[in-house]
């Protein structure tokens, strides 16, 4: 069974720039759920795809946006990038249904904003 | 809304000594509970689980107990190693509604030789 893959693992842009990051599910999740996890913090949550469609949202701007694909891999894209988006980037992938609470994580990308 | 308190600070303890971390939630209901670990440079791990009152989580040693009436799920081990230096997230999802974990702030644990 292959467990969520992330890439790349790390990335340093500067201010301004945009970049994508790249999620694949673990076999048999439906689910991805994107986090941020900043420095010293607990993971925040950025958005869910189920089916494609963006299944919740938590408190980030519309620069953060997602895609999910056919085969359920994910893409999380942020916009014109801050100093603050600095973090370590989690996705996480989940069956959808009645155990959709049991998330797994990937190793996450480092962003560097400079 | 829903949140996850945990106790301030990191954790040092000598091998073999008994481990506690605590977490106390606020939520709707009647959530599910979470312990994730967290060791240097890697992606979270769900260490254990308990999805409703009274239920006993447990994995690797590590237990938590879901306490409805303190609304608390904290997290002790017997006997640490030092392999178990790494930082614990406790995080709760909710019975209805965002599908999402809300996570604490998450503890160190460093485990001496």
């Known amino acids: 069974e292959t467990g969520v893959t992330q890439s790349p693992t790390h990335l340093i842009k500067t201010r301004g720039q945009q970049v994508t990051l790249r999620c694949s599910s673990q076999?048999?999740?439906?689910?991805v759920s994107w986090y941020q996890q900043a420095l010293g913090q607990g993971p925040q949550f950025i958005f869910q795809?189920?089916?494609?469609?963006?299944?919740g949202r938590g408190n980030f701007p519309p620069r953060f946006s997602g895609l999910q694909f056919p085969n359920y891999s994910s893409e999380l894209n942020v916009n014109a990038l801050e100093l603050d988006d600095s973090a370590l980037y989690l996705c996480a992938s989940s069956p959808y249904g009645r155990d959709q609470e049991s998330q797994y994580f990937g190793p996450g990308t480092r962003l560097l904003v400079l | 809304g829903d949140s996850v308190t945990q106790m301030e600070g990191p954790v040092t303890l000598s091998e073999e000594a008994f481990l506690t971390i605590n977490c106390t939630y606020t939520?709707?209901?009647?959530?599910?509970l979470f312990w994730y670990v967290q060791y240097p440079g890697e992606g979270l791990q769900l260490l254990l689980k308990a999805t409703k009152a009274d239920d006993k989580g447990s994995n690797k040693g590590f237990e938590a107990t879901y306490r409805k009436e303190t609304t608390s799920f904290h997290l002790e081990k017997g006997s640490v190693q030092v392999s178990d230096s790494a930082v614990y997230f406790c995080?709760?999802?909710?019975?209805?509604?965002?599908?999402?974990?809300?996570f604490g702030k998450g503890n160190q644990v460093v485990v001496i030789p």
């Open positions: 939520a709707t209901g009647y959530p599910s």
């Open positions: 995080a709760l999802f909710p019975l209805e509604g965002n599908n999402r974990l809300a």
């Open positions: 795809y189920y089916r494609e469609e963006e299944n």
């Open positions: 076999s048999g999740h439906n689910t």
